[in-house]
């Protein structure tokens, strides 16, 4: 879980220099943030936008080019990272162009009032270092998928064809090259389809129950039916073989992280909890079913949406940390039948005590049971201290840590995550090792293509690891 603190600390800069922290709470968490919206236009409304775009709808307005590109490489891919700030949202913006220069080019054959809006899109991208308010600006190297109303895009020039095409949302990749000359930066867009979000929900409800009740529970915190749909069907993009390697998860509804800095501009959207006994719950707070319009997937795919990615996030901490859990959970049984083995030792102490061979027999078998739940007991101890998480993770008993990262362990996933260079998918996921496996892991079940372009070596770990 991110502090406010931490997010401050948390720009590319400062990430560059700093390397994954070590010592780690009880608790693994996916933050976002929480933008207040202009009141006087949105981002796509507002006289100044409309006007300039009347005045300058060419393929050269604003200074930059708007050409068609067959866009980044899949070499090009391996450098990038992927933006996932659940709470992304296009109206918090203003809606002015602020004359950047910067080279910009799409794919494919799109209108001009399309590429125009795109353009605007790419401007405040890099001129709002808000764009992903607490992991810093819009760097290089960086590809973000947003949702946009096709309405929008709708000019009294486009064909009966294009009207219909851009109807309903549409998603589109933002994709930020490497700075060219003078560090100008360069913006790629290509369109990824008609967003799907909505229509995937569609007479799902009940299929995507069965799924998670099979696996799962709700506590009582749990009132609103539509949010709970949404977490059903959140779950349901998890392949069943997947689902059953962390079963009994207990989801909770709560309003907020206790540990947020300031409850009035909470961070926090869920977390994965794990107690001694290996019990493991996932708390989902409101700032989680806030609107975004980041998008993750393609249209062969299907896309998905900041809740779902966010579930799936934390799902992926149950699934690194399910050695242990299960571990936790064996030598917390064992210790439990010791524990009563030797108070039964203990309270039959004083028949034990009396002479004579009558209770011999029956005193021996109880000193017996208990010494040997007692060695059972130490030996459980001894191999949970030696298991190890996929990201490297190990068991402490100290005070209310519980996990600690070991700097020398050795994993699958560590060993595939060092041959793609050892870099963080995405810019959260430089918090830690343990945040950036739950975030290449929701980019391989909701955004597998792109996903492995970025990392090959990690894809083929997890589709070993977790097939679909």
Known sequence: MLTQKEKKSLNPSSLQANGFPNPRSLSGGISGTKFQPISSSDFFGGKSNRQSLQQGEDESSGGTSLAKSTGPSDTDYQSMQ???DGTFNLNSWDSAQHGLDFGFTTEGNMPVAVKNKLKLVADNLLYQNRTVKNLGSFPENFTLSLSINGSEFTRPKMSADEKKRYSGDTVFEFVRLKNGPKRKANIFVRELGADTVKAQMAGTGAHDKKIFDHYFTTDATWGNASELEMLYHAIAKIPASILAKVPSLVFKRKKMDDGEADPKQPHVMAKHTMKHSGESSIEVYDLAFEKSHIRFGDDQQGFSDNLTQTIVHEIG???????????????????????????KEKLNEPICAEPGPYFESYCQDIKSKSSDL???????????????????EAYVASGNSLLYNDPKAKTGYLSALDKDQAKAGTLYGRKSRQENFAELFSLYILDTKRFSKMYPNVYAYFLKSFPK
């Open 317 to 343: 901490h149950a699934l690194d940390s399910r050695v242990i859990r299960k571990g936790l959970s064996d030598s917390d049984n064992v210790s439990n039948d010791w524990q009563q083995a030797y108070e």
């Open 374 to 392: 007692f060695s059972k007991h130490l030996q459980f101890k001894t191999a949970l201290y030696q298991l190890r998480s996929e990201s490297g």
């Open 82 to 84: 992927v933006g996932t």
